[in-house]
């Protein structure tokens, strides 16, 4: 049955529009209470929808729809936040210390980092920001660069094209963790409506480029740079940057994907700007097959994220797993550094390999709960780190969050002093094998609408969960109280469950271990059966 318009929905509708500070925002949202109030259809549901917020710091701050309301990205909702980032900030002794402010090139980025800015500045912060948009890694390498109490990036990341998004560092560099963002959503409902929220001018417009291109420049450890590199920035803000990065530690022969090299906020190649996605990296492939490329290499589009691709057999090319990339990487810092007492570290929904190559080379290891505000906290000596989901961080030393410009760069020095040797990734990939096993790994995920479902699905799997997983007895681990996070183990077989931080999705993460005891095929082959088999058995408690 539609809702219809309630009084109470409509007095704090009509309060919201009296007090958000942008005209166009105001109009959006007049038109869609008019049609409520002459009872359009799907209206009412609409207004209840927009006004049913406000957005939440979760995994990664705010991130929502570019619309009006509370309940979505726009001028009103980013200046109430800002407002009670400040309150926060203040609290806690920083006040009228820098704050560096980034934006990417989204729908509303520069609208709402602008706003942020004048809320800061006129709160007597030391406001520095970013020149355009520009990728989040340099606004993390911002925020230690400028020894800032804190960084505010307005970027929605590998988001659809309709969201933006608002992501806070501390002064640690780092994103923020309990029980900061529980105090800066109780700040943000203190703060007076919008258009009460003072802003000024008087920010510095500053680019850390250089400085951040010189540390990127220093991480090659080998010595070999020829290669021939295809790229795509998916239509983000990374090409320039990832050119600049790759051209200083050497590597000159970029190819870009032409069409996706410029920011486009409507992303038009790609149904969904995510290089985990299938076909995303089509033009890529299609390229470094056309240009005759040694390595591939995918940005995200705020460039945090870096996905590889590797030649196949035949002629083909494939796109490496986020679990895949890491371990490659990881191998190869771990194989090159010089730290006595390297630590290296990824998450709970990762495979667990990295254990195995960091136990092998005497090397510390660390798992943690999802989100790079977690793995950057590892601990001391941190080394490298890695999350599936194509988060990599080779350079914890200047950015303390993941990096897909200096991943890029790392992979291209693994893949030339590789190629050097007549060798390529996938070699390396099966030489870990042979070692310490086949390690496969994939996801399924169930997208909702009502959030409760997660819930309701988390309480029955506690109650009743599963006695095998693809044939294989499992056994359940329950991370309450610390984290809504399950775990089913078997002999070789791990799932993970846990309700995604940013979206609506309830996720699942599947691993699968092979030993090789004979031909690597038939290891792969009996690995790849039995990840079908457990994969058919999740999609099954998920309905």
């Known amino acids: 049955m539609p809702n219809s318009l309630t009084a109470e929905l409509r007095a704090a509708t009509e309060r919201w529009i009296a007090n958000d500070p942008d005209p166009a925002s105001r109009d959006e949202l007049t038109s869609i209470l008019a049609r409520a109030v002459d009872q359009a259809p799907g209206a009412a549901d609409e207004v209840a929808d927009r006004m049913a917020g406000p957005l939440e710091f979760g995994t990664a701050g705010l991130r929502g729809p570019v619309r009006a309301g509370p309940n979505g990205m726009n001028v009103a909702v980013v200046t109430r936040t800002t407002a009670g980032v400040a309150a926060w900030l203040t609290a806690h002794g920083h006040a009228g210390r820098v704050v560096v402010i980034g934006r990417d090139a989204r729908h509303g980025s520069e609208a709402f980092a602008t706003a942020s800015a004048e809320v800061l500045s006129a709160a007597g912060f030391a406001v520095k920001v970013l020149p355009g948009p520009l990728p989040t890694p340099l606004l993390a390498y911002s925020v230690l660069h400028y020894r800032a109490a804190a960084g505010i990036q307005i970027t929605a990341s590998h988001n659809p094209p309709a969201d933006n998004g608002y992501k806070l560092y501390d002064a640690t560099g780092g994103q923020i963790v309990p029980p900061s963002d529980g105090e800066i959503e109780q700040a943000i409902r203190a703060a007076p409506a919008a258009a009460d929220v003072p802003r000024a001018g008087g920010v510095e417009v500053v680019d850390p480029s250089e400085a951040y291109l010189a540390e990127v420049a220093s991480l090659p450890r080998g010595t070999a740079r020829e290669l021939r590199i295809a790229a795509t920035a998916l239509h983000g803000v990374g090409a320039e940057t990832l050119r600049a990065a790759l051209a200083g530690a050497g590597f000159t022969d970029v190819h870009l994907v032409a069409a996706q090299a410029e920011p486009d906020a409507d992303f038009p190649t790609v149904s969904f700007p995510n290089p985990e996605e ?120 200047f950015v303390r969050d993941k990096d897909g410009i200096a991943a890029a760069v790392a992979a291209a020095d693994l893949a030339a002093t590789l190629k050097a040797h007549g060798r390529g990734p996938s070699d390396v990939l099966d030489d870990i094998a042979r070692r310490h096993g086949v390690y496969l790994t994939d996801q399924v995920s169930l997208r909702v609408t009502d959030l409760a479902v997660r819930g309701r699905l988390m309480s029955a799997l506690r109650a009743g969960p599963p006695a095998t997983l693809g044939g294989v007895p499992v056994t359940l681990e329950d991370l309450l109280p610390g984290a809504d996070v399950l775990r089913l183990h078997g002999e070789g077989v791990r799932v993970v469950i846990r309700p995604s931080g940013t979206e609506p999705k309830l996720k699942t993460y599947l691993q699968v271990v092979a030993p090789v005891t004979g031909d690597l095929s038939d290891a792969r082959r009996h690995a790849t059966t039995v990840l079908g088999a457990v994969r058919q058995d999740v999609t099954a408690l998920l309905r």
């Open 278 to 397: 299938p076909g995303a990296a089509d033009l890529l492939l299609a390229l470094a097959s056309e240009v005759d490329a040694d390595l591939a290499v995918a940005l995200d589009p705020d460039a945090d994220r870096c996905a590889l691709g590797v030649p196949a057999p035949e002629g083909t090319w494939r796109m490496l797993r986020g679990d895949e990339t890491g371990v490659l990487l990881g191998s190869h810092l771990l194989s090159t550094t010089d730290d006595p007492d390297p630590l290296v570290a990824t998450t709970i929904v990762s495979a667990a390999l990295l254990g195995e190559l960091a136990k092998e080379t005497g090397a510390r290891y660390a798992e943690t709960l999802t989100g790079f505000k977690w793995l950057v906290r590892a601990g001391e000596g941190l080394l490298f780190a890695y999350e599936e989901a194509l988060g990599l961080c080779v350079n914890p030393g």
